[in-house]
């Protein structure tokens, strides 16, 4: 068997309605001729887009090819004892030249129960935004299922909406059932589960290339939705350099941001889990044992679960996502 080293995988890249270019001209990923990017699929093992390895000894291997293989060598005991060959976490990046659909996706229980998957909870980290860009996450207001209604089928869903301004650095967590659209102008890193069901409920009437209009959800999304206002759905955090700043700890992931000036260590032997590392900007070499891998800002580095410490070494800086399962 061959020994597992940090893994960069190809990346899948998506053609969306309200796709731009800053996934090639920001992040600097060619996607060939689609017309525009909408998200890149980072590290996937959503069964119908699972990322393969790309470079090293296990090149062109697939990620669930190897977990069935490593087991918990890649993932930890206590992860591939709860997922199995299921590869636990989603990561993308997304450019909204448009607004989104408005939508919402199911926690894991109805996820079970109608698609057989895991649900979707996830968490957005902006990357860079265009003045004024906005977004919308959960309800601004009060309400039950029967408001709710009344307004959607008056046309007036957007009035009941939480929209937020949305610049560089800004986190929001947006747990399964919350109603949600990434706005117009944003580029961004979004952390997941493994999972691709949506419930869309509105699309603002757009159409395709052959002029017809995004199917709905509206019914199924019903089941889903938290109706709960809540004070807060912007992410408090205190940025600090050469520190590790913990952003989301919930059941289905953990994740922290490191902006760095200098050489950091990380010792993860007291983590039951893989690492993900997610470039926002920068570069660094990453040094485990007598091994080196360049990463710029784009790259994504899946670390086994085996691979305990690690250097960081940079002369310009970085700042990375790192991710795992707690």
Request: hydrophobic fraction near 35%; include cysteine; aromatic fraction near 10%.
């Amino acid at each position: 068997m061959k020994d597992l080293y940090p893994l960069k995988f190809k990346t899948i890249f998506k053609d969306k309605i309200w796709g731009g270019q800053k996934i090639k001209t920001y992040l600097h990923k060619d996607f060939g001729d689609l017309p525009n990017c909408g998200e890149t699929w980072e590290i996937s093992g959503v069964k119908s887009d699972v990322s393969v390895v790309n470079g090293g000894e296990l090149d062109g291997e697939s990620l669930a090819e190897l977990l069935e293989q490593y087991q918990d060598k890649l993932v930890g005991e206590k992860v591939y004892k709860h997922f199995g060959n299921t590869f636990p976490i989603l990561v993308k990046f997304i450019d909204a030249a448009d607004d989104l659909s408005i939508q919402v996706h199911p926690d894991d229980e109805l996820a079970k129960k109608r698609h057989n998957s895991l649900g979707k909870t996830e968490m957005w980290y902006i990357i860079e935004a265009d003045p004024g860009s906005s977004l919308i996450a959960g309800f601004n207001q009060e309400l039950d299922e029967e408001i709710y209604l009344e307004k959607f089928n008056n046309g007036h869903l957007t009035d009941i909406l939480n929209r937020e301004e949305a610049k560089a650095d800004d986190v929001f967590f947006l747990p399964a059932g919350r109603v949600h659209t990434i706005g117009k102008g944003l580029l961004l890193a979004e952390i997941q589960e493994t999972s691709d069901i949506t419930y869309r409920i509105y699309d603002f009437d757009r159409v395709d290339a052959n002029g017809k209009k995004r199917d709905l959800q509206v019914e199924e999304a019903l089941g889903a939705i938290d109706f709960k206002h809540y004070d807060h759905y912007k992410t408090q955090y205190t940025p600090e350099k050469n520190e590790t700043v913990e952003l989301v700890q919930s059941p289905h992931f953990t994740t922290n941001v490191l902006d760095a000036t200098e050489n950091t260590s990380k010792d993860y032997s007291n983590i039951d889990s893989f690492v993900i590392h997610v470039c926002l900007a920068g570069d660094y070499q990453l040094i485990y044992a007598d091994h080196s891998v360049d990463v710029k800002m784009g790259d994504c580095i899946l670390l086994p679960k085996v691979i305990d410490e690690v250097q960081l070494q940079t002369t310009s800086g970085f700042k990375i996502l790192e991710s795992y399962i707690e």
